[in-house]
């Protein structure tokens, strides 16, 4: 209420006042405890504006903020459904994975298993004679074929009987495709003496030589020679007690290992 106003209203009330017998002295003290009513209304109003401004102010902000929120944790979401479907496809395509390395493992166990059986039934003579020992071992299958039964003392060019066994061998080793065919020689540990020197100074040569021999007539024989090896191991890979007669007969060999292609 405007100052002027109140004033007019107190004034043309005064002719009322002296009616009533007011004194002066209580009309001036009732025209001051209005204005300074009215002044302390006027100042809790403008306060009141101004808390309302603020208010409004920060309701802004703050729908403001809480709609950039929104956003962004919508987008979080977004993004993290996706990197579930994405965690997801992945653990979909290992387990299918997993699953195919399975059962190309237990084929190839199989087919070991059956190259071993197969082994083991045509060489049963060799075997019974202990002339052939079999073994497999996590994929790896080994033929043992001592000494005596591929080549005469001191020499390394396989004798007829030892072609006659390897041709056991070579007919199951023709059905294995996907194997390495590693032919490894090995003797005792006697030096080699006399004349021989000349020929194979150490053991080194002679286990070489016998292994190159039957790896070359495996490959007249049709094995394939890009999957034919041959490695020598002199007297340093026993497998017996070189003291005996026994041990040693057992030292001087050679191996046919089947291991996995590279």
Not at 93 to 121: F, G, I, P, W
Not at 122 to 142: H, N, R
Not at 251 to 261: H, T
Request: glycine share 6%; net charge neutral; aromatic share 4%.
């Amino acid at each position: 209420m405007p100052k002027t106003f109140l004033t007019i209203t107190i004034l043309a009330l005064v002719p009322l006042g002296a009616a009533a017998c007011v004194s002066k002295g209580e009309y001036t003290k009732t025209v001051q405890a209005a204005e300074e009513r009215y002044n302390t209304l006027d100042a809790q109003n403008a306060r009141l504006k101004g808390e309302l401004a603020d208010a409004g102010q920060r309701n802004e902000e703050l729908e403001r903020t809480l709609t950039m929120k929104s956003g962004e944790l919508g987008k979080s979401i977004v993004d993290l459904r996706q990197r579930v479907g994405t965690l997801e496809e992945d653990k979909t395509r290992l387990t299918q994975e997993l699953t195919d390395a399975n059962k190309a493992r237990e084929e190839k166990v199989r087919e070991v298993s059956s190259t071993y059986d197969q082994l083991v039934a045509k060489m049963k003579g060799e075997i019974d004679k202990g002339q052939v020992t079999i073994s497999e071992l996590k994929g790896k299958l080994t033929v043992n074929m001592v000494e005596a039964i591929l080549f005469d003392s001191g020499k390394a060019e396989v004798k007829q009987e030892g072609l006659v066994v390897l041709g056991k061998v070579i007919e199951i080793l023709k059905t294995v495709t996907d194997k390495s065919i590693r032919i490894e020689g090995h003797t005792d540990n006697k030096p080699i003496v006399g004349p021989l020197t000349q020929r194979y100074p150490t053991n080194w040569e002679l286990s070489a030589s016998r292994a190159i021999n039957v790896a070359r007539y495996l490959q007249t024989q049709g094995i394939e020679p890009a999957a034919l090896s041959a490695a020598a191991f002199g007297e340093f890979k026993s497998v017996a007690d070189n003291a005996t007669l026994e041990g040693r007969a057992k030292n001087r060999r050679i191996e046919i290992v089947l291991v996995p292609k590279e």
